[in-house]
Every structure is written in C-alpha cells, then in structure tokens.
C-alpha cells in the first residue's frame, strides 16, 4: 500500500465520520442552510480525493450523493428522512470498500452492480425534482444516454446464426447481448468507445448502428458520439461486468434465452402481460417522464428489505405508481395495485408491488432495462465546465483550513513506547549499580555520583515518557461519535423514541483505551434500547414523557476514565432475573433464597443469561452483559451497575487512562516475588494468625466490623506450602477487590511498589490462567504479574 493511498484512506474515514454526524443533524434541524453546504463541500471533498485513485465504484455513488446534494443545497429539494436513509446507506456502502481497501482485498469489479444501485436510487430522487420542477432540470453529471426500452435488433443476424444462438440457449449455453451506448460527450472523458467495443471478450457477433439518423455533413458535430455497439458474447456475467467496470451506466447486457430469440414466443409473451421485448417494443406514446419515473421506483424497488423504514418505502412507491396509472389512462389497474401493496405489507417484502409492475406496469409505459441501454433522442451532453471560483463546483471555491495536526501511524507511536520501556528498565539498573559500587568495592564517591546522574536520567525518561503517553491519547469522541447513528437506527426499527446525550467527549484516554471500549459500549446501549427504554405506549402509561433518555457521559477521576451510561427505562426487576437466573440453572435454590436484590441485578453478567423471551438479532442469546465485564476487565478495567425498577438503570466503566505503563506492588511468596496490579489493592494489612477463623472450611477474619475471606496465595499457585508469617506471628494479607467483593490473599512479605511496562505472555505461556504478564526488574529479574480475579475464578 503506498503512502498516498493510506492518506487517503485515513482521511476518508474522517469525512465519512463527518458526513455521518452532519447528516444526523441535519434531520433535525433541516432548515441549516450553513449546515447544508458543509455537508456538500465534504461529499464533494470525498469525492474529488477518490477520483485520484482507481475505485470507480466508490466514485460513482459519491459522485449521485454530490448531484443529490446539489439539488437539496440550491432549495430545490427538501431534506427528508428518506433521503438521509439512502446518503446514509451510500456512506456505509463506501466504508465497506475502504474496509476491503484497507484489508487488501479490494480493487476489483465485484460491486459494480451494487454501486449503480446505489448511485440511481440517489438519483432517483432527482427525478422527483425534474417532475414537480415547471420546466425539465438538465441531467447533473450523468454519463450516459436517457434510459430507454431494450430492443434486440434480431433482423440484423443471419438465418444460420440465429438458429445456432436458439440451440445454444436450449442447452442453457450462456450467451449474453450486450448494449452499449457511450455517452455523447465520451471523447472529452478521454474514452475510446470503438476500442472498448473491440475488446470485449469471447464476441461471436457484433453490430454498429447510430442512435439517430445521421445529419447532412455541414451539420455533423465530429466531437459527439451517436454510436450504438451491439454484440453477442459467451464470456461470463463477471468478466463483462469487470470489462466495462468504468461505464456500467452506459451498457444494458441481457441474457439470451428463447424468449428473446423467438418472436412467436415474445409476442405471446406481450400478450399474456408477461415481460418480454415485444412489450418493450419502442413507439409507446407514454412520456420520457413516465418512464424515468417508474425505473426510479423499479430502482427502489431493488433495495434490501431489511430495514425499519419498509412499509413507508412501498406506501410511496405503491402511490407514485397509482399516479402513473391514473395519467395514462389505466385507473384499471389500481385495485391490483392495492393488492399488491396489501401484500407486499402483510409479509414485509417489496416483491408483490415489483411482480405488479413485471405483469402491468408495461400497459401503461415500457418497463426500464438494465441502465445505459438505447434511446430514441441523444442525451443532453451539455455539462457545463466547473468553475473554480464558484464553491459548488470545484475545490477552487473552498476554504481550506491549514491545520496543524501530524497524522503518525500507530506502529511508529508503539515502537517509541516499546523504546521507553526499555529505557525506564535501564534506567531502574543505576540504583543497583550505585549499592553495589558502595557494597561491594567500597567506593562511596562513585556511588553518590551515579546516584546524582541517575537523578538526572529519571526526570528525563519520565518527562519522555509522560510525552510519548501524551500522543497515545485519544478524546472518548471517537467511540461516542458511532452512537447517534447507531441510536437513531435502533430506536426506529424498535418503534421507540429516544433522546440521546453524549457529555465528557473531550476526555482522554490511551488509544488501547478507547479502541477497547467501542464494543462494550455498543452492547450496552443496544441493551440499553431493546431492554430498558419502553416504546412510547408504555412510558405514557407508567407517567412519563414518549421519548426515552438516553445519557453517556465520560470524565475523569483519580487516573482514571469513568464512562457513565444511564437511561430512564424500565430497570431492571429483581426478582425477574432471579428466577431466570434459577430457571437457566445459573443459580441454584439455596441462592436464590439468600441473594439480596443487589446481587440479583449482578446477575446479568453471567454468560448466558438474559432475560430476552425471544432470540432476535438484537437480544435474546445470552451474549451481552458477560462480553462486557470481560471485554472491560481485560484492560484492567471495572464495571458496576445499578437500577432502580420503573426509573432506569446506570451503568459505570472505569478504566485506566492508560495501558502503556502499570503501577503494581511487589509480594513475596514461598521465595519468590510477584506483581499485583495497584488498580486491585484495597489496602495491605498484617492480621494475628490467632484472628483467623474457619467458616464453612474457608479461613475468614472479621476486618473493620466485616467479614472478610481468606485466601493464600502458595494454595491459588498450587504450592502444598504454609504462608510464613513474622516474628510476632502476624501474616501479611493483601486486600483486593474482586468483581465488587473484597478478598484477603495471604502473603509472606510486602515488597515496593514500582512502575513496569507490562509484557504479554507469548507462546504457550499465553495459555497459562492466573498471568498478566510479565516485567523486567531494575536489576535484571523477571517479574511475573498476577491476575487475581482469573486467579481465583480459576481456582
């Protein structure tokens, strides 16, 4: 991957988060004519940077989101939510091709198909403007000719050919016609239509006509296309679709089958309503406008169904369509018309309303083929040339902040750290080095010098280090900006109103940090929503407001990143997630006897549980609440919760600020030191061995009016050893809190606390429970971190 190429990979994600968050707001407050024109400058920004590479596929659909913007920006179309839904599916369309960009794996013809789709239902919606407009709008930027029936001129092939192309189509051969109509204005584009038509693969026949009759040669302008190739090829769908990659829009390919090669067959196709070319047969008197009309709800048709707003989209079409009929003279044809609507309602699919048009929508204006087929009138190859002083038509006309901001990739930033760390474990050498000059050889003069140049290279390495950590840190808004979106699409599909806040999002944490939290925080909120908030029935029934709230708030506290989510739903109902608890086997009767409500909504991070009666894409599997303790815990991070039944439920992520360099204290244990993470420790005591007693065979000590369990640490390590305990028999315990609860873990001795870079386990000891990892000491030795709540979850 080349420099340029990942900057602009880099970039495009950044105006792709930008597009995403102006067209949010935009739906809410759609009269922001300043709003409006950001919106455009980006999409044409976005669109313009891809044009330097070879994507055409992501071209063309910026380029429909550019003309569609155009149109709403110059007031000639209103801002809708259908229309946010479609720039935001073309948006999410170009993320998926910088995904496989960026994996590698792009680059070829496989969303040719899906891009034009994309691209006409944009445009569709310009069709809207050129009918309600008093005269027809020209045709922004199109590249091809004006769409029009397909029409196999079959009198052109030899007797003997044609028979030949039947047998071939019996035996399922596959042989495809293909249509190809250059734009007029192709020459200015740097196009070679002749070429193209020459070198598509496997032609076994090919034709060349004019669109139009040929004018006196006075008049013949020699720079406008009129050409029309027509060829029969046996090379695959595939192929042809990466051989005319850059002009789908102008090329129609129809598969040939007997129907289309037998006129008898066609014609009794026409009559019998079904689709066929004798029913697109050229010289219907109904207008261009009809037509483009109903290939822009053809286009709609196609889209996926899959989406909350369905019935809405057939409603619109269904009533475009009853329009259609009602100019043409069918009034016929509406009460078919409504039946199919009714249907395509009842099972939340687009194909009764598409079989409707397949079987009439031919009576009253000839179905529209494949897009770029031929047409009776030459396209409008008039487009005028931007203008660079002029913002809407060229980058010219944009300010473009100078910034101040060096984009460095991630690997160089963790090689720096990776280099810290050594340092600091250098540097933690000197102190050693100074006793054992003074110990050892007796020179108290140099140790008190490298005690002074070690003073000297502490303050640097630290200051260094503080610097490196700096550019680690990432504002929470990076992860905060995937909400409004994610809210907005779940809370329609759910039928449900919610207002979402989003506070704190300036706070920073280490990139680990941040990138760590993106899928907890997903899963909570779509608990959150599907769970918690109730659909507006329901609040107004318990006495409050239609629209649910929705608050993620970040701050900071102590080191540490503290992320909020709270709404005012339902909460959680205690004795619901009890017997659920005790239904899925989770808990057993004696618990559930004894376990206080607290304890209950606790409940919810155990794998496998939820309280969902059915398994939908949203819930209901019972992967949810343990993947984000895991997710939260495995950066050393925390998680409470509570909820109130009726008012709502708060959720509370605390997480380090940073996972570059860990604060652990030094344990002694049967002759061996271990670390333990800082961030567990309560405190460190030294209890009498007489204070110790045994409940239930586990060693509990009453600590500060509270019970608290023993555990040693040679037993959690599998040693058949005692703990030693000092001269005056006491036995040093560490506090630790594990999953909310405080536990005692039985030490020999306590050692310093000290900063180290912490190193994964590799190999085969990445499988070992009970490990962090592992640190170099000052003076040469390994130190290895324990993990105590894997520890004694393990145990």
């Known amino acids: ?474 504002p929470v808004s990076g992860v905060f900006q995937r909400f409004p979106r994610l809210v907005r699409d779940i809370s329609r599909k759910l039928g449900k109103e919610v207002l979402l806040t989003l506070e704190g999002e300036d706070t920073e944490a280490d990139k680990n940090i941040i990138e760590a939290l993106a899928d907890p925080l997903i899963h909570i909120v779509r608990n959150s929503l599907d769970h918690g908030i109730e659909t507006p029935e329901l609040r107004r029934a318990a006495g409050k407001p239609a629209e649910g709230r929705l608050v993620i708030r970040a701050s900071q506290d102590s080191g540490r990143v503290l992320i909020d989510i709270s709404d005012d739903g339902k909460g959680i109902d205690p004795a619901v997630v009890k017997r659920k608890a005790y239904e899925k086997g989770i808990i057993d009767e004696a618990v559930l006897e004894r376990i206080s409500d607290q304890e209950a909504v606790n409940l919810v991070f155990a794998a496998g549980f939820s309280t969902a009666e059915t398994v939908s894409d949203l819930s209901g599997r019972g992967v949810g609440m343990d993947v984000v303790r895991n997710a939260v815990e495995r950066v050393n991070g925390s998680v409470a919760l509570t909820s109130e039944k009726g008012k709502g439920t708060r959720l509370r992520l605390s997480l380090p600020l940073s996972m570059a360099v860990t604060n652990v204290m030094v344990i002694e244990s049967n002759k061996q030191i271990f670390g333990v993470p800082m961030d567990l420790v309560l405190e460190t005591v030294r209890i009498p061995r007489s204070a110790i007693r045994s409940i239930k065979n586990r060693q509990t000590i009453v600590l500060r009016n509270r019970i608290l369990p023993l555990r040693s640490l040679n037993e959690l390590l599998a040693e058949d050893l005692p703990q030693v305990s000092n001269e005056l028999d006491e036995m040093a315990t560490l506090v630790v809190q594990i999953h909310g609860e405080s536990l005692g873990i039985v030490v020999d001795d306590f050692r310093e606390v000290v900063d180290i870079i912490l190193k994964p386990m590799g190999g085969i000891l990445n499988a070992v429970p009970g490990y962090s990892g592992s640190a170099l000491l000052g003076d040469g030795s390994v130190l290895m971190v324990l993990n105590p709540k894997e520890l004694v979850t393990w145990q």
Not at 150 to 156: D, K, N, Q, S, Y
């Open 1 to 474: 991957m080349t420099p340029i190429l990942q900057q602009f990979l880099s970039e495009a994600r950044d105006f792709l988060q930008s597009i995403s968050e102006k067209l949010l707001r935009l739906e809410k407050a759609p009269g922001d004519a300043e709003l409006m024109s950001d919106l455009f400058r980006s999409v044409h920004t976005l669109k313009g940077n891809s044009g330097l590479f070879d994507f055409p596929e992501m071209t063309r659909v910026l380029h429909a989101a550019e003309d569609l913007m155009s149109v709403v920006r110059e007031g000639q179309l209103g801002f809708s939510q259908d229309l946010a839904d479609r720039l935001l599916e073309a948006m999410d369309f170009v993320a998926l091709l910088l995904d496989e960009l960026q994996s590698g794996a792009g680059g070829g013809a496989a969303h040719v198909q899906s891009s034009m789709r994309l691209a006409e239902s944009l445009r569709a919606l310009i069709v809207v403007v050129h009918g309600a407009a008093d005269g027809p709008l020209p045709r922004a930027h199109t590249s091809g000719p004006a769409q029009e029936p397909v029409t196999l001129p079959l009198e052109a092939v030899p007797d003997g050919l044609l028979a030949a192309w039947r047998e071939a189509a019996k035996a399922a051969a596959p042989l495809q016609w293909i249509i190809y109509t250059p734009a007029i204005d192709c020459f200015f584009k740097g196009e070679d239509p002749f070429h193209q038509a020459r070198q598509t693969p496997g032609i076994v026949w090919q034709r060349i006509s004019t669109r139009e009759s040929w004018p006196a040669l006075a008049e013949l302008d020699p720079y406008q296309c009129v050409l029309r190739f027509d060829l029969v090829t046996d090379a695959a769908r595939a192929t042809l679709d990466e051989h005319f990659r850059y002009v789908p829009e102008q090329v129609a390919i129809v598969p040939l089958t007997q129907q289309s090669l037998d006129p008898a067959l066609a014609t009794a196709a026409s009559v019998d309503g079904g689709p066929g070319p004798a029913a697109s047969a050229p010289g219907s008197s109904t207008s261009s406008m009809v037509r483009e009309i109903l290939a822009a709800q053809a286009i709609a048709l196609g889209l996926p169904d899959a989406v909350a707003w369905l019935p809405g989209r057939l409603r619109a079409i269904a009533s475009t369509l009853a329009a259609c009929s009602r100019s043409s003279g069918r009034e016929d044809a509406l009460p078919s018309l409504e039946a199919a609507l009714a249907l395509a309602l009842t099972s939340n699919r687009a194909e009764p309303l598409h079989a409707w048009m397949s079987a009439l929508g031919h009576a009253f204006a000839p179905p529209i083929a494949a897009p770029g087929t031929s047409s009776a009138e030459p396209s409008n190859p008039s487009i005028a040339a931007p203008n660079p002083s002029d913002p809407a038509s060229g980058r010219g006309g944009e300010e473009i902040p100078a910034t101040a901001v060096l984009k460095v990739e991630q690997g160089k930033i963790d090689r720096l750290m990776s280099l810290i760390g050594e340092m600091v474990v250098a540097k933690n050498g000197l102190p050693f080095l100074a006793a054992r000059a003074e110990s050892v050889y007796g020179v108290r003069e140099l140790s008190r010098e490298i005690k002074t140049q070690y003073a000297v290279i502490n303050r640097i390495a630290e200051e260094m280090q503080d610097a490196i950590m700096q550019v680690r840190m990432m």
